[in-house]
């Protein structure tokens, strides 16, 4: 089968390439400018055009999909790949089922899982459909040894939308995805304040601090990108130590690749016990300076 | 004034699900219903709109026998009219898109908004799909939102830069958590809502899908869960375990 692979990011792009490179043929379509050519895609298309956005970008992935004769569009899950993979599906009248974490075709319907009811389940799936966005982090991605064809495209139709500013955000300073431990702060530290003795611990163990949604979002006491969630990054460190956190379902799924959770929370009813390998009932003010001493000694 | 159409979803209250610990199927018999959550985002943001340069808000959800609930607490947290489309089955951005975009394309509109993915199933197509249906640009992910003669700017969050994007109306706009705080509306209000205009609709569905569920269920969780209440204990436990893991 031939798949039309896109997505605006480079980690992203490569992923898929690697996730899928037994299962499709694929060429990629992207508009990164990082060098993609290794990771097994027949040919490489750059997108390149002065005002590219969803809409314009939406109608020549449909034409190339036209022209090239390929059975399924593979997108990178994002705020871009799920608004094209929407808009694709109405110009080609194809179904679309976005955020998979798995593909995989037999006799012409395709299989695909992913999450449902806020990450609480995994759903599978059966059907025709021909676009999926999928998940990122599924995957390291693999180089191969055999080099794409490289070709440009460029996209002469503007957008209907404007770019009339651009705000450079913060250097992102962390990187949760990739960090060996993570001690996370739920909205059971009451206070900013409180990040303190979190930061503390996550100094002891080498680690790094993330946070609930609330947390991240809400109350703005950490940056969105330490925000742990389905809606957040998906993480998955040797240890994961949640402070304060209930385990709403949303934050569940995005930790449950961890390979150890530790939980300490006062709520012993708190659905995060049941999703720990190892947790204290108690103030985490009073806990985790304890856990702190031990580990010092 | 603008006439603003905001479309909001109502879902099975996830956080209190519970799961069948021998099928690992969720259990939904009984389970309350929500409003969802970037929906109530979404209607707040309408809301701010109509109060700012002043206008009128229509609130739609195609939903089943409980969305009255849903649509009462849209318009009192400000909604001037409700549109209930009866009729909700599944989860299937195919048939939601068509319903919406169908009773939308006979109404009078300047902007449309939507919270860019549900709680429930993350699927995120429905707006793309509605605004592609209407011809009218799909302006995504807005954290901030302003009108300007006759057009709309919004501020997109991106990953390493936010974009300021301008559209023309009418347009369709989706909303992220970071664009406002949704009102808790106050009693009186909540007693006003039953007073405003509300219409329920019956929807037929003639929209083809082929897709299957084979299965929805809860991952195995495979914890060791060893609680410890006595937090001496626990402490001692757990600094042993972690020290094995920290270098």
């Known amino acids: 089968m031939k798949a039309m692979v896109f997505s605006e990011k480079a980690d992203l792009s490569s992923q898929m390439l690697t996730l899928f490179r037994n299962t499709f043929e694929m060429d990629l379509y992207t508009t990164s400018n990082e060098n993609l050519l290794n990771f097994g895609a027949k040919n490489v298309f750059k997108l390149t055009g002065n005002n590219l956005y969803v809409d314009n970008i939406s109608e020549k992935l449909a034409e190339m999909y036209k022209n090239n004769g390929y059975d399924i569009i593979i997108i990178g899950s994002s705020a871009m790949g799920r608004e094209i993979s929407s808009l694709l599906s109405e110009i080609l009248h194809l179904e679309a089922i976005t955020e998979v974490m798995k593909i995989e075709p037999k006799d012409g319907i395709i299989a695909t899982e992913r999450f449902f009811y806020g990450g609480k389940t995994v759903i599978r799936e059966e059907s025709e459909a021909k676009i999926f966005t999928v998940l990122p982090g599924l995957v390291d991605p693999q180089p191969v040894n055999s080099s794409s064809t490289e070709n440009n495209i460029s996209i002469d139709k503007d957008s209907a939308i404007k770019v009339v500013d651009q705000i450079e955000k913060p250097k992102s300073s962390v990187n949760l995805e990739k960090a060996d431990i993570i001690v996370s702060a739920g909205r059971g530290i009451g206070k900013k304040e409180g990040l303190a003795v979190i930061q503390q611990l996550a100094d002891v163990l080498h680690g790094e601090v993330g946070g609930s949604r609330p947390v991240c979002l809400d109350y703005h006491w950490l940056s969105e990108e330490r925000q742990v969630g389905l809606s957040g990054k998906r993480v998955k460190p040797k240890v994961y130590v949640a402070c304060g956190i209930s385990g709403q379902v949303q934050h569940i799924a995005g930790m449950r690749g961890s390979r150890m959770v530790i939980a300490i929370n006062k709520d012993k009813n708190a659905p995060i016990f049941n999703e720990c390998d190892y947790g204290i009932v108690g103030d985490l003010y009073a806990v985790i300076p304890k856990l702190i001493e031990a580990m010092k000694k | ?247």
């Open chain 2, 1 to 247: 004034m603008y006439n603003i159409i905001v479309c909001f979803k109502q879902i099975l209250d996830i956080d209190q699900m519970k799961v069948d610990e021998s099928t690992q199927e969720p259990i939904l018999k009984n389970l309350p219903y929500r409003l969802e959550d970037l929906s109530k985002n979404a209607i707040e943001e309408a809301v701010r709109i109509k109060e700012k340069y002043g206008g009128k808000v229509i609130g739609i959800t195609y939903g089943g026998d409980q969305a009255t609930l849903a649509m009462k607490e849209a318009l009192a947290m400000g909604v001037d009219e409700g549109i209930i489309l009866k009729g909700y089955k599944e989860n299937n951005p195919e048939i939601t898109s068509d319903v919406l975009a169908k009773k939308i394309s006979g109404m009078q509109y300047d902007i449309i908004i939507m919270g860019n993915q549900s709680a429930d199933s993350y699927t995120g197509l429905v707006p793309g799909k509605v605004a592609r249906k209407l011809s009218i640009p799909l302006v995504g992910n807005a954290i901030k939102l302003e009108m300007a003669d006759r057009r709309v700017r919004i501020t997109r969050t991106g990953e390493e830069k936010n974009l300021v994007l301008e559209s023309n109306l009418p347009a369709l706009v989706t909303v992220e958590q970071e664009i406002n705080e949704p009102r808790l509306p106050p009693l009186i209000q909540i007693m006003a809502a039953g007073r405003k205009p509300m219409k329920i609709e019956e929807i037929q569905v003639n929209v083809k899908s082929t897709k299957k569920v084979i299965w929805n269920r809860a991952p195995k969780s495979e914890r060791k869960r060893i609680v410890f209440e006595d937090v001496d204990k626990g402490v001692a436990e757990i600094s042993k375990v972690l020290k094995g893991e920290v270098k």
